[in-house]
T-cell receptor, first 118, second 111 residues
Framework: GAVVSQHPSWVICKSGTSVKIECRSLDFQATTMFWYRQFPKQSLMLMATSNEGSKATYEQGVEKDKFLINHASLTLSTLTVTSAHPEDSSFYIC??????????????FGPGTRLTVL | GESVGLHLPTLSVQEGDNSIINCAYS??????FIWYKQESGKGPQFIIDIRSNMDKRQGQRVTVLLNKTVKHLSLQIAATQPGDSAVYFCAERFTGNQFYFGTGTSLTVIP
């Protein structure tokens, strides 16, 4: 149990385009999902916390108009990188906080999405 | 955010030896900690967790030790195997449901 998927796993796009990344909890309901960004050989940096049905809470320094987050259902959150530029190239990882019979403390991570902006 | 790493510390161990990976966390109010394993190009995988009211917790081949006095967490892997080669992160929770990750340590197991 507690499987999280992401789609796509890798995306290459031209500078100026927008890219949407999906995060799904496959076998549990996730009231809260988190989006992280990770540069090569570095740690994960929390970008935002996404609660189902409400606006996301962004970490300091993260542009909310640049990184649009939508958490429309208990199993799906999306991150849209708007007008992507090469400096946005990174590994984007989502996680979901399980609820119900599964421990509500642990976050389960998706496999990540590699974004390359040319 | 907290604890952004500029480069990863590395640890090399012989297959069969025990590994100890250390982590210094940042906030004394953190109440819950998790160790994650991350293989190249993949998302983090849960290994073991510990609450702040405990100082030790054991899993299968892994043990986590928590020293709140010095804000230090360690992960011990017994009889390290080549499949244990990965980057290991500790994560602390101190603001609601948000976790902040440590720098990470790259473990290489030498056959």
């Amino acid at each position: 149990g507690a499987v999280v998927s992401q789609h796509p796993s890798w995306v290459i796009c031209k500078s100026g385009t927008s890219v949407k990344i999906e995060c799904r909890s496959l076998d549990f309901q996730a009231t809260t999902m988190f989006w992280y960004r990770q540069f090569p050989k570095q740690s994960l940096m929390l970008m935002a916390t996404s609660n189902e049905g409400s606006k996301a809470t962004y970490e300091q320094g993260v542009e909310k108009d640049k990184f649009l987050i939508n958490h429309a259902s208990l199993t799906l959150s999306t991150l849209t990188v708007t007008s992507a530029h090469p400096e946005d190239s990174s590994f984007y990882i989502c996680s979901a906080r399980a609820g119900g019979r599964i421990s509500t403390d642990t976050q389960y991570f998706g496999p990540g999405t590699r974004l390359t902006v040319l | 955010g907290e604890s952004v790493g500029l480069h990863l510390p590395t640890l090399s161990v012989q297959e069969g030896d025990n590994s100890i990976i250390n982590c210094a966390y940042s906030n004394s109010a953190s109440d819950y900690f998790i160790w994650y394993k991350q293989e190249s190009g993949k998302g983090p995988q849960f290994i073991i967790d510990i609450r702040s009211n405990m100082d030790k917790r054991q899993g299968q081949r892994v043990t986590v030790l928590l020293n709140k006095t010095v804000k230090h967490l360690s992960l011990q892997i017994a009889a390290t195997q080549p499949g244990d080669s990965a980057v290991y992160f500790c994560a602390e929770r101190f603001t609601g449901n948000q976790f902040y990750f440590g720098t990470g340590t790259s473990l290489t197991v030498i056959p």
